[in-house]
């Protein structure tokens, strides 16, 4: 865990905001511009995260009890709930602090994604649902033999805890984008009949599938290059979380226009009773309404 000194000349208590995503980084820079004091905290999970203006907190609380401590400790005015949409174990934890202290609480999402006119999208509740439709497709394509197997452009990236090389295995007629997180591919590493492409920030962790090629990269992505790597790989369908936002909207464009099905997985429910924004600049407001002396 590791803490940031308090910002110069920012005084009074602080607004806690959770989360490394793109809108918590615009809830701090604006809530720092109003001058307010501004306390960021990142899982620590990412090398090397874009950092937020304002104070910054890494590492975990230890669970809602250790969060609701430091809330405690700390004198937090506000607590903004900006996680990644699918971080359901930090929302409860957040919900269940909030109850505790009292210190009100917002979750900051920004809007899924929606499926427009060309889209072939097979939603699914969960990651398992997912691997099970893939599982099905495979079972299909092989009693249809309606495609010939091809084997990958490249090599893939062999990893720890990963199953033996391609050249040792059948051919895989089903080629697979994956984009749902490195922390994902253990739910994939049982399926029998695909070859995955799985793009992450950082290496995922065994175990994963036996045939799978890692792509390292960070996001935002053009449709351009998107196109371009669908087209590379020859990949059969994506399978993608329902993230929302503008920085990885690319994939789901190619995949429209190159006819390619799309496997999404919906956003765990919030719990009940608590308030939801789609902008930093709905959550600025409340924050600041919060933070403001008296309140």
Known sequence: MRDVAPRAGRRGRPVLILGGTAEARALAAELDAAGLRVVSSLAGRVTNPRLPVGEVREGGFGGPEGLAAWLAAEDVAAMVDATHPFAARMTASAVRASRATGVPLLVLRRPGWREEPGDAWHRTGSLEEAAALLQQRVRLRRAGQDRADRPPLRQPVRLPGAGPARADRPSVPL?????????????????????????????????????VQVLLDRGPYTVEGERALIREHRLDVLVTKDSGGDMTRAKLV??????????????????????????????????????????
């Not at 739910?187 to 492409?197: E, H, Q």
């Open 175 to 211: 080629r697979v984008f994956l984009t749902t997180g490195r922390r994902s591919l253990p739910v994939f590493s049982g399926l029998d009949g695909a070859w995955f492409l799985a793009r992450s920030v950082d290496p995922p962790e065994p175990p994963v599938p036996a045939n």
């Open 254 to 295: 190619a995949a429209r226009e190159l006819g390619l099905p799309v496997v999404m997985v919906d956003r765990p429910p919030l719990p009940p009773g608590v308030g939801l924004v789609g902008t930093a600049a709905e959550a600025a407001r409340w924050a600041r309404h919060h933070a403001a002396p008296g309140t």
